[in-house]
């Protein structure tokens, strides 16, 4: 089997990828995807008369060439969300009120708006981490509110920016590359909502896309060097051989499936994948026979220290409310805990998720929801995770996602270009992100081609 250009990847890199290539009237390329279905770690769910998306879930701003071509497809939800909403609870039943809980909101916002600040600066904290830590430590110190009520809201802020961030520790996370993630748009335009989930859009992706130029269900899993171009040596006994690969794998595969790159990478590129960060988060749906909360939802505040010993809801943030889903609650869960509760059967999950809403609501009749789902990105073979994030170590070796769009020349033709949110400077993390650098490597190839 011959090509041009293979597409390792049927994510939303890939797919962007190939959507340029068409767009410039080239044909002569094949994507190859080790799932059964297109879009990376894009999972949407149809329950009930709505969906939910176990992956990927919001447009993050606007101006962007996968938000116009959702609004092109009428796909752009009236409503947009919000996080974090409802009511600050401890695990003893105290309720925060809305003062403090603001307060240290501003607060810490604060911090993190000031942590942008490091991006073209000669000194800088050493991580996010520590740069939040110390400054959250002087506004302890010059406040006079309970210093054990604020220090309890900061708990809750670092659990809710391990999720936001997919890290295991903030400490982990570069301070000086902080700033120069952006948004395009409003505060309002930052969880922009899909009509009929991201399963719509990936299907108005793959609407100009033929359906023989995508293999399915077949792994990648070596790609040699050859005498004129790469053969990727694939599941099932599939050779392909190609003049050019974009190999749009999640970060967590690249960097720990080795062995599938079996070429010389430039040592900026290697350098780069090993110093990137890439964490997990986790979702979970609860669904009920009925709303019994009757509020925004819960975000879970602890009294004592975390522990070794403590199960996976220890690393929940909260339970928010679901667009279009009125009996449901998600929770979400840091790193830390993931795969420990990617690991739980559902009915578990429920029963342990309603025992601790139980306790810090202090209401014994609440019911064990009647369905239960949940994500496994980080269990996942073919995604090992949710999303990059820069690290010291990134820091300390002069490389980040920029290092990933070098293409690996052989003898100066660009045979092996690396595409993903991973290797997008600004939107990292991103769906669009990830668009757009696939985007961006084929124009590469179709320059030199």
């Not at 690996?408 to 992100?433: C, D, K, Y």
Request: glycine share 10%.
């Amino acid at each position: 089997m011959d090509c041009v250009v293979a597409i390792v990847g049927a994510g939303m890199a890939g797919l962007g990828a190939a959507r340029q290539l068409i767009s410039e009237g080239f044909k002569d390329f094949l994507i190859i995807e080790a799932g059964v279905k297109a879009g990376g770690r894009v999972e949407t769910l149809k329950v009930g008369q709505s969906v939910i998306d176990l992956g990927a879930q919001w447009v993050h701003g606007i101006d962007t060439d996968l938000y116009n071509l959702a609004e092109k497809h009428d796909l752009i939800h009236p409503e947009t969300s919000d996080e974090a909403l409802g009511i600050y609870i401890r695990e003893d039943g105290y309720k925060f009120d809305d003062f403090l809980v603001n307060r240290v909101d501003i607060e810490v916002g604060k911090i993190l708006t000031a942590c942008e600040n490091f991006v073209d600066a000669d000194e800088y904290p050493h991580s996010v981490g520590d740069f939040l830590e110390e400054k959250f430590q002087k506004f302890v110190d010059e406040s006079e509110e309970d210093a054990n009520l604020l220090w309890q809201l900061y708990d809750w802020h670092v659990r809710f920016q391990l999720i936001d961030n997919s890290c295991g520790d903030l400490k982990r996370l570069s301070a000086k590359e902080w700033g120069k993630y952006s948004c395009l748009g409003k505060d309002g335009q930052a969880h922009v909502n899909l009509k009929g989930g991201y399963g719509a859009l990936i299907e108005a992706l793959l609407g100009d896309i033929p359906k023989d130029k995508i293999l399915m269900d077949t792994a990648v899993e070596r790609i040699d060097e050859t005498f004129n171009g790469m053969e990727l040596c694939c599941s099932k006994g599939v050779k392909i051989s190609a003049k050019h690969v974009i190999i749009t794998s999640s970060l967590g595969v690249l960097q720990r499936e080795n062995e599938m790159l079996n070429f010389q990478l430039p040592k900026e590129i290697s350098d780069g994948i090993d110093a990137l960060g890439f964490g997990g988060m986790g979702k979970v749906f609860l669904l009920f026979d009925e709303n019994w909360w009757k509020c925004d939802g819960f975000q879970l505040i602890w009294k004592t220290q975390f522990c070794e010993d403590d199960l996976w809801i220890r690393h929940l943030s909260g339970f928010d409310n679901v667009l279009d889903q009125p009996n449901m609650l998600v929770g979400w869960v840091s790193d830390l805990g993931v795969k420990e509760m990617e690991k739980t059967c559902h009915i578990k999950i429920g029963q342990q998720c309603v025992d601790l809403l139980r306790k810090f609501l202090n209401r014994q009749e609440i019911p064990y929801p009647k369905k239960v789902y949940k994500s496994n990105w980080s269990t996942n073979r073919w995604i090992r995770g949710a999303y990059s994030h820069t690290t010291p170590d990134s820091d300390r070796l002069g490389v980040g996602p920029s290092s990933l769009n070098i293409p690996v020349q052989i003898n100066s033709i660009p045979r092996v270009l690396f595409a993903g949110e991973a290797a997008h400077e600004s939107h990292f993390s991103t769906t669009h992100g990830a668009y757009e650098s696939g985007q961006k490597q084929a124009k590469h190839l179709l320059k030199f081609l």
